[in-house]
């Protein structure tokens, strides 16, 4: 027996030294260069595209697996501006053989150097990088994968001397919108790769002659890559303009991906950075030096379906917003967010104003397509938005507040309101897209609201004093201003107080009847009607504007607007009564009045008014004695025709004799 043994590890020892022998001499005496004709024919065969190995072929087997070439070339197909789809001036890499058997990988070396990628889109859409790898594979194949790999590989441990792709270069060239950008001295190392460390990380590039570079650790990964837990602390600089640090964890990353991390974006410059780029600013400004200074941080945690987002910060120039949201869902998108802005001057952000020539609408351009609805209505949202101060076409808001929701295709902002020059505004709305054409429903209040300043600096217009009280509610249908006009339907009623129509002064023309006549100088200052009091209700009906009774309550005057216009056609049907009176009494005037009607009526379009005295109802008023006696007129209009007042006492009794002579003529 014992002699048996010792036969049987004789045959053993001798098989190992034969196998020993075997991959230490085979590599020395066979020439592996005759195989590279077949490996070249069968990289071809896998990625489609021709196949060189320029330089030496060698291979090791024992004790380490190793794989050395050089002058590797990957062809482009034909009609593109290099022969190569990739270079590589030489690879190798070292593989202990003992350890794999026991699942640990050591690796002595991994170094490509010199690789070249040249990336072309031609002017008729197509790319070299289409079609790489031949005819697709059957659907099935991918399943069977699947199978084969579901067993439990468990790595004991990895161990890398050096890791490393040493200057690379990217070419990427895209005819089709004319761009060409160059990424050289590409370089990529890890340091201490093991499963049990952090693993260092080192990369970086050169684009269009500026620097990029991402630097940190990650790791370590664990005896099951991919599985549990995986730390990330990495740091990225760009073009010697941004630096971005990302920190956190990713969970299960090859499984059920979740994460838990941190970015934070240092200020930076966007305009520098597209100047680094060589490339132009997307957008136009108003102020060249808006969008100068951007930041960000943000902290994120969530998986692949959702996602909750605390700590938000974005500084935009000299404004801050503080954010945070919960994404519920990413499809359908379920967000609740809620953000605060501090201080922001849209106009800087606005494009500057141009003078453009009026161009006609075509009437085929003018018929809006149809919009597609059904994305909206499978949001749900849940917002909150409130902003310090607006500044907007010169004008200025506060302590905005905004809540909107949406589920099922119905949007609802509730409220939205602001403080607005003095006053409040609160308004409600909604929009419904359940079906093909969307509703809307508007509610809006304005109490103490002071016109003439918000005017002012809104419209650049002075033309209307007082503080104004609204309530107005409206509701529309349809996405084309065609089909909003015909749909239009509401009610509602704008009061000014104390206040005045600037730019007409109507009352002085009854105070002051010798500047009237022309008998004294043109007045300085601007002129201007006061009143106690501008109430305009309406009525809005499928587009037919209404106002039973628009009124002004003034000193010397009273003004009634009664009519319609029509929103569609564009058509003004409408009457003004003037009522001019004899009473010198001031605002805030409640005796019974009397006076002149001269009713004007306005017909045409809104381009194109049409004014003319109203003499049917003026001749109406007459015969049925609506019109008071003119006694107390004609005494009013004497005391203005006072020639004493109006001219020098030197001036001839001529002139006092023919002033007076026009006060009979008035016709009353």
């Known amino acids: 027996m014992g002699k048996l043994l010792k036969i049987l590890l004789f045959l053993l020892g001798g098989m190992v030294v034969l196998v020993v022998a075997a991959v230490l001499i085979v590599p020395k005496i066979i020439d592996v260069q005759q195989y590279k004709p077949m490996i070249e024919e069968k990289v071809a065969e896998v990625t489609g595209r021709t196949v060189s190995l320029g330089g030496d072929l060698n291979l090791s087997l024992f004790p380490w697996v190793g794989i050395e070439f050089s002058d590797f070339q990957l062809g482009n197909p034909k009609g593109y501006g290099s022969e190569s789809f990739v270079k590589v001036k030489s690879f190798e890499a ?66 890398v001397g050096e890791f490393a792709i040493l200057n690379g270069t990217v070419t990427f060239i895209d005819k089709q919108n004319g761009i060409t950008k160059d990424i050289k001295g590409l370089t990529l ?34 005896k099951k890559p991919g599985q549990g837990s995986l730390p990330l602390d990495l740091t990225l600089s760009a073009l010697g303009q941004l630096e971005a640090k990302l920190s956190g964890k990713l969970n299960n990353p090859a499984t059920d991906l979740s994460y838990d991390l941190t970015l934070d974006v240092a200020k930076f410059s966007p305009r520098k950075l597209m100047e680094a780029l060589q490339m132009s600013f997307p957008v136009e ?29 974005i500084v935009l120039d ?3 917003i503080d954010f945070k949201g919960d994404v519920k869902a990413f499809a359908p998108l ?167 129509i600037v730019g007409i002064d109507l009352a002085g023309m009854v105070r002051n009847v010798q500047a009237s006549f022309g008998l004294t100088e043109n007045p300085t200052a601007k002129p201007r009607t006061d009143f106690a009091e501008l109430r305009a209700p309406f009525t809005l009906k499928n587009g037919l504007f209404n106002t039973p009774e628009t009124a002004m309550l003034s000193p010397l005057i009273r003004v009634t607007v009664a ?29 019974q009045h009397s006076g002149l009607l001269v009713p004007v009526l306005v017909k ?13 109802s003026l001749l109406k008023s007459q015969l049925e004695g609506e019109l008071p006696k003119t006694e107390d007129l004609k005494k009013a209009l004497e005391e203005e025709l006072n020639p004493e007042k109006i001219l020098p006492k030197t001036d001839s009794d001529s002139v006092e004799k023919a002033i007076k002579g026009l006060i009979p003529k008035l016709s009353f």
């Open 94 to 159: 070292h593989v202990k053989v003992m350890p794999l058997l026991s699942k640990e990988v050591q690796v002595d070396s991994f170094v490509l150097d010199s690789p070249q990628i040249y990336l072309e889109r031609r002017k008729d859409g197509s790319a070299n990088w289409e079609g790489l790898g031949g005819a697709d594979k059957k659907a099935e194949e991918p399943e069977a994968k699947k199978t084969e790999s579901g067993g439990d590989f468990a790595l004991k441990s990895i161990e």
């Open 563 to 591: 009519g319609s216009a029509d929103l569609v056609s564009e058509v003004l049907d409408m009457k003004v009564k003037p009522k001019f009176v004899a009473t010198l009494k001031g605002q805030g005037d409640t005796e």
């Open 604 to 616: 045409g379009t809104f381009s194109s008014p049409e004014f003319s005295p109203d003499l049917e």
């Open 334 to 500: 379920n967000l609740v967010f809620e953000g605060n802005l501090d201080a922001i001057n849209l106009d800087k952000y606005m494009p500057p104003k141009k003078e453009q020539a009026q161009e006609t609408v075509k009437k085929e351009d003018a018929q809006a397509k149809a919009i597609d609805y059904a994305p909206l209505r499978k949001l749900k949202l849940d917002t909150t938005f409130t902003v310090g101060t607006l500044m907007v076409q010169g004008g200025k808001v506060e302590n905005i507040q905004m809540h909107l929701t949406a589920d099922k295709g119905v949007f609802n902002l509730t409220p939205f309101s602001m403080d607005l020059y003095g006053g409040k505004f609160n308004s409600t709305a909604s929009l419904n897209v359940q079906g093909n054409s969307p509703v809307t429903a508007v509610d809006l209040k304005t109490a103490a609201v002071q016109v003439g300043p918000m005017l002012k600096d809104f419209a650049k217009k002075d033309m209307l004093e007082g503080t104004l009280e609204s309530n107005v509610a409206i509701t529309l249908k349809g996405d084309s201003a065609e089909m909003i006009k015909k749909t239009l339907n509401g009610n509602g009623q704008l009061l000014f107080k104390d206040g005045a």
């Open 189 to 222: 190392k890890l340091k201490d790769v093991s499963l049990d460390r952090p693993i260092a990380l080192e990369f970086s590039a050169v684009l269009d002659g500026n620097a990029l570079g991402l630097a940190g650790q990650f790791g370590p990964l664990g």
């Open 285 to 313: 400004t108003s102020d060249p030096a808006a969008l100068s200074a951007v930041a960000l941080g943000v902290k994120v945690a969530g998986g692949l379906n959702s996602v909750a987002i605390s700590n938000g910060k």
């Open 318 to 320: 000299s404004s801050n």
